[in-house]
């Protein structure tokens, strides 16, 4: 199994522009989320599903968006991206939510300018 | 704001000596998690405490748990220079509308010299 895989490693965008964090699971997890990870902030909860069609909010969501049209995929759109959007992103999944352990893809690096 | 909050921020020791990082936590939960964070990579499940639960063990880990005073604790025994890394607590909600949001702390970072 390659477990939570995230594509690109890293990204720079300018201000304005828009891009897709992909995040793939092979373990067949329902629960899928993402955060970011900011200096001194920890790890914060941008959005969550439990399960294909079904998604909530987490701690940070404004300019993200998310989707899971598939158990396999849950990517992270950012619409109009910011400087205050750069952050270090993780992906993660489990087998039925916080209940259980997650586990954590290796990251994506987005710097904008 | 943060759920977890934890204790030491920063910890340096040497090989072969103990480390111990404290997690307190505000509202009710249904486990506790301990991750570990190697620099540049990410994060890495160590052990999970339910709250039904007061310690739990893993190799050279140890965990408890006081839901009376909401924090747990991470000893690491016998350190190597290979554990060092940042550690996070993370919590799980015990039911509500928090149902799906696993919140973390700030993360200890721990240095172990050789």
């Known amino acids: 199994n390659a477990g939570v895989t995230q594509t690109p490693k890293f990204q720079v965008l300018k201000t304005g522009q828009s891009m897709t964090l992909q995040c793939a699971q092979d373990m067949n997890h329902e629960y899928m989320s993402w955060y970011r990870q900011d200096p001194g902030m920890g790890l914060r909860l941008i959005h969550y599903s439990v399960g294909a069609g079904i998604t909530d909010q987490g701690e940070v969501p404004n300019g993200y968006n998310v989707s899971r049209s598939t158990t396999e995929d849950f990517p992270l759109r950012l619409l109009s991206a910011a400087p205050s959007q750069t952050s270090v992103y993780f992906c993660?999944?489990?087998?039925?939510?916080?209940?259980?352990?997650?586990?954590f893809g290796p990251g994506t690096r987005l710097t904008v300018t | 704001s943060q759920q977890g909050e934890e204790d030491p921020q920063a910890l340096s020791i040497q090989e072969g000596e103990n480390a111990t990082m404290n997690c307190s936590y505000k509202t009710s939960i249904n486990n506790l998690q301990w991750y570990r964070q190697n620099s540049g990579r990410g994060l890495v499940h160590l052990i999970l405490?339910?709250?039904?639960?007061r310690e739990k063990h893993s190799g050279r880990l140890r965990v408890t748990l006081d839901t009376s005073k909401k924090s747990s604790s991470l000893l690491i025994t016998a350190s190597r220079a290979a554990d060092t890394a940042s550690y996070f607590c993370a919590t799980a909600p015990a039911g509500g509308t928090s149902y799906g949001k696993l919140t973390f702390g700030q993360g200890t970072i721990l240095t172990v010299h050789p």
């Open positions: 405490i339910r709250s039904n639960e």
């Open positions: 993660a999944s489990s087998f039925e939510g916080p209940r259980y352990e997650q586990y």
